[in-house]
């Protein structure tokens, strides 16, 4: 029987609804976990924020990405990206299966955005090698992807060769789907909405996508189906809807 796994990428925004309206972590919690992903990529997470902490009552006491997965995903990793007097934000990574190793590498190309490339080696059974996972924020310029998209080819080249399964997931801020060109043949990856439905999801914003910004690529993985969550209840917790894909080792 052929391993299987659930990926889920979300951009979280930091746990607060659309326009910041109201604090929606913990209903965040709740539908992300009906979701049923094995391994969850994870954008604008909250490490630390004391004056978030300080005006909501309800505000968690752990990190959000150990809040979000407590009793589900045993393990977690986390690369605070932007780092400010009263908190940070990064990426961070939910498995249930064992993470092996984990690292963060600065992406970040001017000082006014903070990037970051959150890479694991995940131990999965049925898969004789570690499985490279990457969870990625881009930037918001046409130059700065560029340059972060090379950086990360460069780094899997030298970690992650010969074809090693991988799975990479995040926001791209990629609405003209330059991605492809930088990473598909490069990498040898698929993006698993295209290979379903020959273009990438529309994934912001929740309400009603236009934006094709988040993307899961996959290399040494068949895709069985992918899917884009929005419209209520989703556009009530975050402005971008989450993606998950399941995806069968070939």
Same mark, same amino acid.
């Given at each position: 029987?052929?391993?299987?796994? =659930? ?43 004391? !004056? ?25 990793? *986390?690369?605070?990206?932007?780092? *400010? ?25 001017? !000082? ?33 992807? =560029? ?54 999801? =529309? ?26 969550? *929005? ?20």
């Amino acid at each position: 029987m052929s391993t299987t796994l =659930r990926i889920c990428t979300y951009n979280i925004h930091k746990g607060f609804s659309q326009f910041n309206r109201r604090l929606a972590i913990h209903e965040l919690r709740d539908r992300l976990r009906l979701l049923g992903a094995d391994v969850v990529f994870l954008q604008e997470v909250q490490g630390m924020h004391l !004056r978030h902490a300080s005006r909501h009552p309800d505000w968690p006491q752990l990190p959000q990405h150990e809040f979000l997965a407590h009793d589900v995903w045993q393990q977690t990793a *986390y690369g605070g990206n932007a780092v *400010y007097d009263h908190g940070h934000h990064g990426n961070a990574i939910l498995s249930r299966h064992p993470i092996l190793s984990q690292a963060n590498q600065d992406v970040s190309d001017h !000082r006014f955005e903070s990037r970051g490339l959150l890479h694991c080696e995940i131990r999965v059974d049925g898969v004789a090698q570690p499985v490279h996972c990457v969870c990625v924020h881009l930037g918001l310029t046409a130059g700065s992807r =560029r340059r972060q998209m090379a950086a990360l080819v460069k780094r899997l080249d030298t970690l992650a060769p010969d074809g090693a399964p991988l799975i990479i997931a995040g926001d791209f801020n990629d609405w003209r789907n330059h991605a492809d060109d930088c990473l598909t043949m490069p990498l040898g990856v698929t993006e698993v909405f295209t290979s379903i439905r020959g273009r990438p999801a =529309r994934s912001f914003p929740s309400t009603l996508p236009v934006l094709r910004l988040d993307r899961i690529y996959v290399r040494g993985f068949a895709v069985d189906r992918a899917e884009v969550h *929005y419209g209520t209840p989703w556009s009530q917790i975050s402005d971008h809807a989450p993606l998950t894909a399941q995806i069968r080792l070939r």
